[in-house]
């Protein structure tokens, strides 16, 4: 790929595509190119309000290899972001992703995962979302 061997280069598409790849490399056992994306990825996305989902992403990552403490610091200088939101569809992956953590808002993330799945799976008439959340408790 281009872009992901740095031959060629795009304003946008590396910010949402890194924490696809971070995830993606890892479930792969590439963890050295998962590491990378990471690197590379998440200071474009850190505390970017329209880029949340990546940032889940990357969270969900951090919890993957097992880096708790990182994964709470990416949590913390984005909850202010998410926050801001009016439960749109990458405030619930923030929080979702987030309701593994364990940390001082555990319960908090916990709810609002909890509260912005019931909505969404109640739109799309599933029980989709919910379903995540079950299989993480």
């Known amino acids: ?3 992901l061997s740095g031959r060629q280069a795009c304003a946008e598409v590396p910010h949402l ?3 696809h790849t971070a995830l993606s490399y890892y479930h792969l056992n590439k963890r050295e190119e998962a590491q ?4 590379l990825g998440y200071p474009m996305v850190k505390k970017r309000i329209s880029l949340l989902t990546t940032v889940s992403q990357f969270i969900t990552y951090r919890l993957l290899i097992d880096n708790q403490e990182e994964a709470v610091q990416v949590y913390q200088e984005n ?3 998410a926050s801001e939101l009016e439960g ?3 405030t619930l992956h923030f929080y979702l992703a987030s309701a593994g953590l364990k940390h001082e808002k ?3 993330c916990l709810a609002q995962a909890t509260t912005l799945a ?3 799976d109640e739109r799309n008439q599933n029980t989709y979302y919910q379903d995540i959340l079950a299989k993480m408790q």
């Open 1 to 3: 790929a281009p872009i």
């Open 17 to 19: 595509t890194y924490g």
């Open 36 to 39: 990378n994306s990471f690197e």
């Open 79 to 81: 909850q202010k972001i």
């Open 88 to 90: 749109d569809l990458s």
């Open 106 to 108: 555990q319960e908090d």
């Open 118 to 120: 019931q909505k969404f």
